[in-house]
């Protein structure tokens, strides 16, 4: 049972089958998609939308528990047979969209499509809270892990080892927020049967390519992904390809002057990618300020806003605006496909 706001535990063991959006059961870790290469244009069947955006927020938190994989050891924490994540989700509300966040407020009748947003590394979720805040107000859903040994809500230090488990973690989020037996209680019926977006930056980037581009994990439930700042994360994941010919729409956003993560990187990602993409470029931006502290961000959520209802919600006229809006308030289109 899940309760939203409190520290409930959502537990699910290794035998246990989780319901996708569509209904049916899927395997705790999805392997490669089966489906057809996605189409490079937007699909044509639209997802009609409550009014808006921007909308009012609300937020509620839980912790979620995974039964069926372990946790390295961290720190003065042993090793561990579970994986624990704590969630914070936001979501839309009725009421002035200038209003402060409402913590457990109802949602809007909805519904609205489900996003995840994935952290960085040696940081928390909580630390994105304008980027999270201005994406679920553009009509999503928004949940944010904090993942089990990169996140700093843990007692001891963070590590980048456990990087390739935090795709699973993904789909693990992903299985209780589509399943109705453990989605919290108000958020039911709130968030759209459709594919799941996903947006992360940094080693959060390479968590959101890998669940939607590499064959070691791929979710075929997510239709786009938005990579802020990321990579392909090294050797972390040298048993999976990077990139599949069944992962969806990939936008790469990066700052030139990145010095934590080059921008050659996503120059990478973007020439390995063989599906519908584009690589944006922030000309002088630097790792963090573009995304979070700095006046890029408007452009940046607007952008990803449009990309993925674009390639998720078929909204033609969001695509339309992808080319302009990958070129303003500080952003700069590199290249499309």
Not at 60 to 78: K, N, Q, W
Not at 80 to 90: D, E, K, V
Not at 324 to 333: F, V
Request: glycine letters at 10%; proline letters at 12%.
């Amino acid at each position: 049972m899940v309760a939203a706001g409190i520290g409930v535990v959502v537990a699910r063991g290794p035998d246990t089958p989780t319901v996708a959006a569509d209904g049916t059961g899927r395997p705790t870790r999805p392997g490669p998609s089966a489906t057809s290469p996605p189409s490079t244009v937007p699909p044509t069947t639209t997802t009609t939308l409550p009014p808006g955006p921007p909308y009012a927020l609300g937020v509620t938190r839980l912790t979620v528990e995974d039964l069926s994989r372990g946790t390295m050891a961290r720190g003065p924490t042993p090793a561990l047979r579970t994986r624990t994540i704590p969630l914070t989700i936001y979501y839309p509300v009725a009421g002035r969209a200038d209003a402060p966040v409402a913590e457990n407020a109802p949602a809007a009748p909805g519904p609205f499509p489900l996003m995840i947003f994935a952290h960085g590394y040696s940081i928390t979720a909580a630390d994105y809270e304008p980027l999270i805040r201005d994406l679920a107000a553009g009509g999503w859903v928004v949940a944010a892990p904090d993942f089990p040994i990169a996140s700093l809500v843990f007692p001891g230090p963070a590590s980048q080892a456990d990087l390739p488990n935090q795709p699973g973690d993904v789909s693990f989020v992903i299985d209780t927020l589509t399943n109705p037996a453990t989605v919290p209680p108000l958020l039911q019926g709130r968030i759209a049967p459709v594919k799941v977006a996903i947006a992360g930056h940094s080693d959060g980037g390479v968590t959101a390519a890998a669940v939607t581009g590499n064959s070691c994990c791929i979710d075929p439930r997510i239709g786009a992904a938005a990579s802020y700042a990321g990579d392909q994360g090294g050797s972390l994941f040298r048993n999976g390809q990077w990139f599949q010919p069944s992962a969806p729409p990939q936008l790469f956003i990066h700052g030139t002057a990145d010095r934590d993560v080059p921008y050659s990187y996503s120059e990478k990602l973007y020439a390995d990618t063989v599906v519908t993409k584009m690589l944006v470029s922030i000309p002088g931006g630097v790792h963090w300020d573009p995304f979070v502290s700095g006046p890029e961000r408007a452009a940046v959520v607007k952008l990803t806003h449009d990309f993925f209802r674009a390639y998720i919600l078929g909204d033609q006229a969001a695509a339309a605006r992808l080319t302009t809006d990958a070129n303003e308030g500080g952003l700069r289109l590199e290249r499309s496909q």
